[in-house]
T-cell receptor
Framework: ETGVTQSPTHLIKTRGQQVTLRCSSQ?????VSWYQQALGQGPQFIFQ???????GRGNFPPRFSGLQFPNYSSELNVNALELDDSALYLC??????????????FGAGSRLTVL | SQQGEEDPQALSIQEGENATMNCSYK?????LQWYRQNSGRGLVHLIL?????REKHSGRLRVTLDTSKKSSSLLITASRAADTASYFC?????????FGTGTRLQVFP
């Protein structure tokens, strides 16, 4: 059983650029959530995908968008990067779309630096 | 926004000592989870306690929940250097977990 894998692990972008982060969910998991974790803070919920549809979104602007594919993998896209977007981006998968009852399995994260 | 606030923000202890960290949250919950994070990497689930439970154990971990005070505590007994990490509580929100601000635990050999 493979866990959650994310790529790339580190990347550096400049302000105004666009970035795509990728995530493969754990085998048997069909729900993927994305979190942003700024340095020294707890993870903040960006959005969740279930059956290829966005299902729940946190307080993030529309330039944060995502996709989920038929194999349950997912992408997070951020357009028009700002300096404050520098953070660790965490992908987590869970077995089903349930409200909070599921335990999340996290990937190791993608660390984005915006210069 | 953060639902939970952990206290203390940072904790330093010697190996063999117990470590206690607390979490306070704002709204009613169905369950509360604790996660651990090593050096800015991914989070690992430790334990889940439901709102109708008051205490739960898992190995060297003991979690308590007081819904009347909207608070939880995580106790790590007989700590080891390998327990050095950040610990987060997380409460259930609509379709998401809401994480606290975390406690950074340093265990010295």
């Amino acid at each position: 059983e493979t866990g959650v894998t994310q790529s790339p692990t580190h990347l550096i972008k400049t302000r105004g650029q666009q970035v795509t982060l990728r995530c493969s969910s754990q085998s048997g998991h069909n729900t993927v959530s994305w979190y942003q974790q700024a340095l020294g803070q707890g993870p903040q919920f960006i959005f969740q995908y279930y059956r290829e549809e966005e299902n729940g979104r946190g307080n993030f602007p529309p330039r944060f968008s995502g996709l989920q594919f038929p194999n349950y993998s997912s992408e997070l896209n951020v357009n028009a990067l700002e300096l404050d977007d520098s953070a660790l981006y965490l992908c987590a998968s869970s077995p089903a779309q349930q409200t909070g009852a599921n335990v999340l399995t996290f990937g190791a994260g993608s660390r984005l630096t915006v210069l | 926004s953060q639902q939970g606030e952990e206290d203390p923000q940072a904790l330093s202890i010697q190996e063999g000592e117990n470590a206690t960290m607390n979490c306070s949250y704002k709204t009613s919950i169905n369950n509360l989870q604790w996660y651990r994070q090593n050096s800015g990497r991914g989070l690992v689930h430790l334990i889940l306690i439901r709102s109708n439970e008051r205490e739960k154990h898992s190995g060297r971990l003991r979690v308590t929940l007081d819904t009347s005070k909207k608070s939880s505590s995580l106790l790590i007994t007989a700590s080891r250097a390998a327990d050095t990490a950040s610990y987060f509580c997380a409460t259930d929100g609509t379709d998401k977990l809401i994480f606290g601000t975390g406690t950074r635990l340093q265990v010295f050999p």
